[in-house]
């Protein structure tokens, strides 16, 4: 009977060290380099790719006076300092003037904050939900919404007690229900709070029923307060006060 | 005698004082006029920036090195102000050659600024109709920090290269996690210097909560202005 050879019995010289192979697993044989002079070249290249890399990157330093402007590098200012004093107090006045003098409102519409400011002081700092992104379509090939809340400058336009929801179109195809032809059926009480702020567009910010979901996106794209927050709010806005949204 | 030697030292006295408060009080712009009218003019153009900035409609973050503070704002009013523990300037080094430019910084609106990672939005569909009623509860989405995590670094890459990286405070730099961490940072800057824009970088350090607040937050394409002024100062 012949003598039956398995692999491993095969006269393939495997170096010291390595991983034998076995039926059915995937083995890695490291194989290190015989030659000396190859050794020595495969630590050299070692060393200065480390050195390479090690010198390759972004370097800090801390910004410093003179990191900057062409101006700082040009050539000497004209006018007098007196002159220049009273042009830089004049647009720093120019400046100032843009923040608003009385209340203002600021809104952190991905991190569900609503702050009550006047100047620079913070007045309330509440939480709020504002827009869930949701995107709402009406069938196939129907109409779409998005639920978002927009950013940018806003006013209080309106001031409402005892708002009475006006149900969009939209609220009815959520809920799947048709869409009313007479306009009483599209009131609703109550949900929106004792008090809402109208900031146009269809925007609002009001109350909710649901204050265990404030801080989520959970709105329509209107800013929903608690209760307290909102009477605070109402009380010391008026018509016209800024509303910034981010 | 005594009254005589009082008379005679009196005034020279008095003379000495007035000399003493006047060199004492002298206004601190003796300095030299070159100086204080380059300052000056740094300041000018600074305000007008701002002010081109607060006239338009777009959003655009102030980072203040000597009040050490990064501000949002729009139309000139600060929405939100946060303080920041350093600001560096970086420059991309490959193989010890430094590239980038310290010039230009400060003078000019960083604009278009594009957020990296990029704060993927995952919105919900729904379609309603006969055949997919509505459902009668819509999941309640995660909190924001849910939603967005934000990494302990992130980019604004503005144009012309320039980019604004904000770094969250971390005490747990000294772990082995944070030596992981530290390696995986470097690897990024590496890159960074190799295949990137290989523009000057501004580096800025804040709390850990409120550089994940900005992350979430910044709008987009928002621009950059940096003030006059050493951080530290």
Known sequence: ?246 | MTLAIRRSVTPAAGTLAVLLVVATHAPASAEDPASEAADLARSIASLRGQIELASGDAFYLLLDPAGATLELVLHGVVLESYPVSSIEVGRPRVVYVEGGAADGLRDRIWTHGEMHPVREQDRLEIRVDEDNPAPEEIPVPPTPEERYPAPDRWLVRYAEGLSLQVVAADPAESSSFGLWSALTHRAGDLAAALFGDRGTRVRVELAREDAGTLYRSLPPASSLLILPGESGS
Not at chain 1, 2 to 18: S, Y
Not at chain 1, 172 to 181: G, K, L, M, R
């Open chain 1, 1 to 246: 009977m012949p003598e039956t050879r398995t692999p491993r019995d095969a006269d393939v010289p495997f170096p010291a060290g390595a991983l034998e192979r076995r039926p059915g697993r995937v083995a890695i044989v490291a194989v290190a380099p015989r030659s000396r002079v190859a050794r020595i070249a495969i630590a050299i290249v070692a060393i200065v790719a480390a050195v390479v890399l090690w010198g390759t990157g972004y370097v800090y330093r801390p910004l410093g006076p003179d990191d900057g402007g062409a101006v700082a590098s040009a050539a000497p200012a004209p006018g007098s300092p007196a002159r220049l004093r009273s042009e830089r107090d004049k647009l720093a006045a120019t400046l100032r003037r843009k923040t608003p003098s009385g209340h203002y409102i600021v809104v952190d519409q991905t991190n569900n904050r609503l702050y009550l400011k006047r100047g620079e002081e913070t007045v309330l700092s509440a939480v709020c939900s504002a827009g869930s992104g949701m995107v709402l379509h009406e069938g196939e090939g129907g109409r779409s919404w998005i639920f978002d809340t927009p950013r940018g400058a806003f006013k209080v336009r309106n001031k409402i007690e005892n708002p009475v929801w006006r149900k969009p179109d939209w609220a009815f195809v959520e809920a799947n229900e048709p869409i009313p032809a007479d306009p009483s059926e599209r009131l609703e009480y109550g949900s929106l709070g004792e008090y809402a702020l109208y900031l146009g567009d269809g925007y609002l910010i009001h109350g909710t029923l649901y204050e265990r979901l404030l801080g989520r996106s959970v709105t329509h794209g209107c800013i929903r307060l608690g209760r307290d927050d909102l009477r605070q709010v109402y009380r010391e806005v008026r018509i016209g006060t800024p509303v910034f949204i981010f």
